[in-house]
């Protein structure tokens, strides 16, 4: 883990604002990383942070949510099964380039002479603002000022207002608004994408050929639009631009039209004093297969619409909308401006990640970038549902449509792997398994039991228990026989269920036999189903022997499960007092992690798998992530000897791990670490941590917040709909409040050293637990509750793996650390082990 101060940014550069992130100065060689802190987004629809001038990039990108192609997965070496076709989002046409020339020079920020530059992404505003003084060779002033918005209120729309006006000298103007198929032409000017040196598997891959085939194109007066289809997935999209100019000096206007770049300039005689406003209002619609004519007409209809309100009211919208968001949403930590900066990014990035995804998934970098080529992960179920769950009820039921949607491929995965049920994909965009290592990917079984998980908790969350008989109930039934067609009976003196050649979220350690985290998760996913199978049974039989008619659903079965379920092989090591990460785990030697050098991390990026695989040594915290959400099935004590054994030996390598690690600390004691893994989190994209901040957004990372506020430092647990608090604030914090809404009515809870407080600030009323007692709250009458302490605090640290070494297993043997090196020496290559 990296470890950080609480304030890692520069400060001069990026001066504190608790509810914008603003850049007072321009830096070339960081655009990567300014392109995601600054992009916006909406579900739908992300633009990168790109300049609008279009020039001195490092990865122009425009995303649509699930808008992909496809290509043919090529293997050295085949297998029965293995990912056939890979699944790479697009970068579809880029209508917010707006270049500029004063007297015929063009505007290139990285090369002008900047007399002044401020760019705001607002959070309560949902803008992002630039204004920027140019003083151009001749020694003109020019103020520059752009707003860009991507609407929440209305998901295909976007508004871009550009402001230019001479200070101090009239001068010659052009603007030249365009739309660029960058996906096909590139980069013009040969200065984005800026290649990263060596193999990175979080990035996406790179087309060869040609994606985007023009089938439309349009221009009448100002407005522009543009058609395409991808060559292999089918897909389509349009994207449509109109423009008006304001302004009191005198101008004309040309256009040009062509298959892959539209332009409209304005040529204007401009005054010193005398402003020129252009607003540029874009559109863009996609299909999985309608005709690009007919989504240029919807491009028409929405921009049509659009002509018909002032653009200031566009603005206005958007921050009606968010100020019912963070009325929803926001988490308050009084007294600490810096964190309250980062956890209001963290969280405005998942409003742009998830609002208008409308039937879509939330991919891993959301609409921000192309990192891990636009895919969906078991990150949405684990990390991001938690806060759509309790904060956006109707986006999380769309998220868990959108997995019930992909049922149907999953019944189908799991046939071609031999087994019953259903397998849902652990990356895929259009339902179909797009990971071509099935050892880190399609092994992880245990996506089936996280997507359970988030129903479950949505449904505790809001109370929807029509879901299920609505259809949701076929992902239990799915899940519950691919498990118990997947374990196996053993019986050694006690009849046990085993499940056999699986990879837990760790993959640093893959296709092993029990994993922990899976089989505690696959019993959980088990007893579900069983209780909901005979709940709907007992209380809507109709829509039970509707889900029986669909599904060949019978009664032996749900008893299967429930042997399962009760029998499930958990591992645990009396001789440590914890539960192996796996049967095999605790027999390897350990990775020496405390002498591992900075630069040989991330390990993946710098040992082969097989090397890492022959350790205990963990990219994510696994056990750790099961003592979270199974909490209620793990005693204090051993949560308190899991963490400190595993802490040792986790590596950090993912951003899915600091999060839980924070959560768990926290609950056992380790309340210096919790802050320090916090930190890690809230710091991960704007500190670029883990060096590809570039790619966009680690949205899950982002979720994950959330929780550590909620779940972590306010000691929320939602196990099987029991909503328990048993809060664990640091301890300089004096204050901390969230809201969450459940089964209706919105809760706010503050939490203080000495108590802790809730208010229904919408709904009736809410039954809560705080130390196992019971706490009803009603509107009207805030309940505080006393806290005789905020949970044990553990001054010394955890152990690390130099401690660790030199224990006895139980059959005597010695516990080795090491770390594998290769030395070089006279020409000849010699496998060395630096033991420790």
């Not at 992404?121 to 140019?134: A, K, N, P, Q, S």
């Not at 085993?498 to 296709?511: A, L, M, N």
């Not at 710098?606 to 695989?613: D, G, K, M």
Request: hydrophobic share 40%.
């Amino acid at each position: 883990m990296t470890t950080i101060t609480e304030d890692p940014l520069d400060r001069n550069r990026f001066p504190v604002d608790e509810w914008a992130l603003v850049e007072t100065e321009f830096a070339p060689d960081d655009q990567g990383v300014a392109e995601t802190m600054f992009n916006v987004g909406n579900g739908y629809l992300g633009l990168r942070g790109n300049m609008d001038e279009g020039r001195g990039g490092h990865s122009y990108g425009t995303f649509i949510n699930g808008f992909h192609e496809t290509w043919p997965i090529r293997h050295a070496e085949e297998a029965f099964g293995f990912a056939r076709v890979g699944q790479t989002i697009v970068n579809v046409p880029d209508a917010k380039v707006v270049r500029l020339y004063v007297d015929d020079e063009p505007f290139v920020l990285a090369e002008s002479d900047i007399l002044k530059y401020t760019r705001r992404l607002d959070f309560h505003d949902g803008v992002l603002v630039r204004e920027i003084e140019w003083r151009t060779p001749s020694g003109k002033r020019v103020l520059v000022t752009s707003r860009r918005l991507v609407s929440f209120t209305d998901r295909h729309l976007v508004v871009i207002d550009y402001e230019v006006t001479m200070l101090d000298a009239d001068a010659s103007l052009l603007l030249s608004s365009q739309i660029l198929n960058r996906q096909d032409l590139g980069d013009e000017y040969h200065t984005g994408m800026r290649a990263s040196a060596g193999f990175d598997p979080r990035k996406a891959e790179s087309f060869a050929d040609r994606v985007l085939q023009p089938k439309w194109k349009r221009n009448v007066d100002t407005r522009y639009v543009l058609g395409y289809q991808t060559t292999n997935s089918g897909m389509t999209v349009a994207v449509g631009a109109e423009h008006a100019l304001e302004t009191e000096n005198e101008w004309s206007q040309s256009s040009q039209i062509d298959d892959d770049i539209a332009k409209h300039v304005y040529r204007i005689k401009a005054k010193a004093g005398r402003s020129v406003r252009m607003t540029k209002t874009i559109v863009y619609h996609s299909s999985r297969g309608v005709p690009p004519r007919e989504l240029a007409d919807r491009c028409d209809r929405t921009l049509d619409r659009a002509r018909e309100t002032p653009v200031d009211e566009f603005f206005t919208d958007q921050r009606d909308w968010l100020t019912d968001f963070w009325i929803r949403s926001d988490v308050e930590l009084p007294g600490h401006p810096i964190l309250q900066q980062a956890i209001r990014w963290n969280i405005f990035q998942l409003a742009q990640a998830t609002a208008r995804t409308d039937g879509q998934g939330v991919a891993a970098k959301g609409v921000s970038g192309s990192g891990y080529g636009g895919h969906y992960f078991w990150d949405t179920e684990i990390y991001v549902m938690p806060f759509l769950s309790y904060t956006a009820p109707n986006v999380a039921r769309n998220v868990i449509r959108f997995r019930q949607g992909m049922l149907d491929a999953a019944r189908d995965r799991a046939t071609e792997l031999n087994q019953r049920g259903a397998l849902f994909p652990w990356r895929t965009i259009n339902g179909l398994e797009s990971s071509a290592y099935y050892a880190a990917g399609t092994a992880q079984y245990h996506i089936d039991a996280d997507i359970v998980h988030a129903l479950m908790q949505y449904v505790a969350a809001t109370g929807d228990d029509d879901f299920f008989a609505r259809g949701a109930i076929d992902i239990l039934v799915e899940t519950a026989r691919l498990w118990s067609d997947l374990g196996f009976w053993r019986s050694n003196g006690d009849e046990k269920f085993h499940i056999d050649g699986v990879t837990g979220p760790d993959e640093y350690t893959t296709v092993v036999d029990d994993n922990l985290y899976t089989n505690v998760m696959a019993r959980a996913n088990l007893w579900s189903a069983v209780r909901i199978c005979e709940e709907l049974m007992a209380n809507d039989p109709v829509a039970y022997e509707r889900m029986v008619r669909r599904v060949g659903l019978e009664e032996h079965e749900i008893r299967g499960w429930r042997a399962a379920a009760d029998a499930m092989e958990i591992p645990f090591d009396p001789h440590r007092g914890i539960h192996p990460q796996d049967a095999q785990f605790l027999d390897k030697e350990l990775w020496d992690l405390d002498s591992t050098p900075a630069s040989k991390r991330p390990l993946l990026l710098h040992y082969h798998p097989l090397v890492i695989y022959r350790f205990q040594v963990l990219k994510q915290a696994d056990v750790v992530l099961a003592l979270f959400l199974q909490g209620d099935e793990f005693t204090p004590a051993e949560k308190r000897r899991n963490f400190e054994y595993y802490d040792a030996l986790t590596t950090g390598d993912s951003t899915l791990s600091a999060v839980v690690q924070s959560i768990i600390a926290a609950e056992v004691g380790h309340h210096k670490l919790a802050h320090s893994y916090f930190l890690s989190a809230l710091f991960v994209d704007l500190a670029d941590l883990h060096h590809n901040t570039s790619d966009g957004v680690h949205v899950a990372s982002a979720g994950g917040i959330w929780s550590a506020m909620a779940f972590g430092f306010g000691g929320m647990r939602d196990h099987s709909g029991r909503l328990t608090f048993n809060p664990r604030l640091p301890a300089d914090w004096e204050h901390l409040t969230f809201r969450m809404t459940v089964r209706g009515s919105r809760l706010r809870v503050d939490v203080r050293q000495a108590d802790i407080t809730f208010t229904i600030e919408e709904g009736t009323e809410v039954t809560v637990h705080v130390h196992h007692e019971r706490v009803d709250v009603v509107n009207g009458s805030p309940v505080t509750v006393a806290l005789p302490n905020q949970g044990p605090r553990i001054e010394t640290p955890p152990p690390t793996t130099s401690d660790l070494r030199g224990m006895l297993r139980p059959d005597g043997s010695v516990v080795t650390a090491s770390i594998p090196t290769v030395s070089v020496d006279r020409g000849e290559v010699e496998a060395e082990v630096s033991s420790i």
